[in-house]
């Protein structure tokens, strides 16, 4: 089975960048429809970003322009950066892989995702 594993979070201070990995494990990431979630304490998780098997990305409106997604195929990694932080994006970000093509779904619906990784803490001071 796919095992999703993120990193890169951690704290760092408003006006910052960060590059989130999600790297999958033991099959490559290429073949996949990938995404990035994210969830504030009490909140309900966010879809950011997701990036289809062909590597044409679909962003959620109000991330666009801030957000990017990117994937490495040789190193089935897919990344997220993300630009001028602000406490507003503290959360824990998810990236989450479609490994059985329900392509019925829309890239937003994290019901078309059906592995998740653990997810990592970005928590950005003012």
């Known amino acids: 089975q796919v095992q999703l594993t993120e990193s890169g979070g951690g704290l760092v201070q408003a006006g910052a960048s960060l590059t989130l990995s999600c790297v999958s494990s033991?099959?490559?990431?290429?073949?996949?429809?990938m995404a990035w979630f994210r969830q504030a304490p009490g909140k309900d998780r966010q879809f950011l970003v997701a990036i289809s098997s062909g590597d044409i990305p679909y962003y959620n409106y109000s991330v666009k322009g801030r957000f990017t997604i990117s994937r490495d195929a040789a190193k089935n990694a897919v990344y997220l950066r993300i630009n001028s932080l602000t406490p507003e994006d503290t959360a824990v970000y998810y990236c989450?892989?479609?490994?059985?093509?329900?392509?019925?779904?829309?890239?937003?619906?994290?019901?078309?995702?059906?592995?998740w990784g653990q997810g990592t803490q970005v928590t950005v001071s003012s």
């Open positions: 989450a892989a479609d490994t059985v093509q329900r392509t019925w779904k829309d890239y937003s619906d994290s019901d078309r995702y059906d592995r």
């Open positions: 033991p099959h490559t990431s290429s073949r996949y429809a």
